[in-house]
């Protein structure tokens, strides 16, 4: 698996991730833990978490296509 194969998953994972954060947040879902409801401010770190890594796993995927562009232009 390259470099720019493996930021393009995870990337996508964690813009799925962050989707799932969103989408509690504007339906208002209850999740329990064992027991523990889990507060909905936790999804909104979640989502900035989520966000962020795949906005990173997305740059570097498409600096990774740049690079390697350039390299096969010389």
């Known amino acids: 698996m390259t470099q720019r ?3 393009l998953v995870t ?7 962050g989707l ?3 989408v509690r947040l504007l339906r208002g879902w209850q ?10 401010w936790i999804s909104w770190i ?3 978490i ?5 906005s990173q796993g997305f740059r570097l995927a498409s600096e990774n296509l740049r690079t390697r562009g350039s ?3 010389r």
């Not at 990337?11 to 991730?17: D, G, H, P, Y």
């Not at 989520?50 to 795949?54: D, F, H, M, V, W």
């Open 71 to 73: 390299d096969s232009a």
């Open 50 to 54: 989520a966000a962020y890594l795949a």
């Open 11 to 17: 990337a996508v994972l964690f813009f799925l991730i």
């Open 5 to 7: 194969t493996f930021s």
């Open 20 to 22: 799932l954060h969103a």
């Open 46 to 48: 979640g989502l900035a």
């Open 31 to 40: 999740v329990t833990i064992e027991g523990a409801v889990v507060p909905i």
